[in-house]
């Protein structure tokens, strides 16, 4: 029996769906690409919060040569040099609630007592900033400052407007402008 060509396009189509199919099963087959592990990552609750949970998860620290430059320009507390010299990094993620924000700025720094960690973020928090709606020339930051004691549980404190002034890459003075900050507690290191 032959073919005519009006049975032509729906053989081909019934062809064509086959091979997607195929295809897509093969796809579904392939090994994942497995996500690096975080360098670092901790969750908690946050004080004042509806859904109070925290979460730190930082792919990777910021290194030192690129540390460095961001708090170079960084010294005089000018947000946007500081901006700037941040370009594109993106070094994880907070999550304040239900909100995730995106980290561009992350440095650990050992102490005797335990382990601090500096977070900067862009831009300030949006819905958790200037409540007070105090002008800026310069539109502000955020800096989340945690810190790890060696025994128990720890705590940060989240500035959700702040201006950052740089000392060096691993010492800041973190200046909040909003109606004060938000605290964190209970942090604990997140168990695979």
Request: aromatic share 6%.
């Amino acid at each position: 029996m032959r073919v005519g060509s009006k049975h032509k396009a729906p053989v081909r189509m019934c062809g064509a769906m086959l091979l997607m199919a195929l295809a897509w099963d093969a796809l579904d087959a392939a090994p994942k690409k497995s996500r690096p592990d975080a360098a670092a990552e901790y969750f908690g609750h946050v004080a004042a919060q509806s859904n109070g949970m925290f979460v730190v998860h930082i792919d990777s620290f910021t290194p030192d040569d690129t540390a460095n430059a961001v708090a170079l320009a960084g010294r005089d507390g000018d947000a946007n040099a500081i901006r700037d010299a941040l370009g594109r990094l993106d070094m994880g993620f907070i999550k304040l609630g239900v909100r995730g924000y995106r980290v561009a700025f992350a440095r650990r720094r050992s102490e005797d007592e335990g382990v601090r960690i500096i977070l900067i973020l862009r831009n300030e928090l949006e819905y958790a900033g200037r409540t007070n709606m105090k002008v800026l020339l310069i539109p502000p930051l955020a800096a989340v400052d945690v810190w790890l004691p060696r025994t128990g549980e720890g705590e940060a404190t989240i500035s959700c407007a702040a201006s950052v002034v740089f000392r060096s890459a691993d010492d800041m003075a973190i200046t909040d402008w909003g109606d004060g900050t938000l605290r964190a507690f209970g942090l604990r290191e997140r168990t695979k």
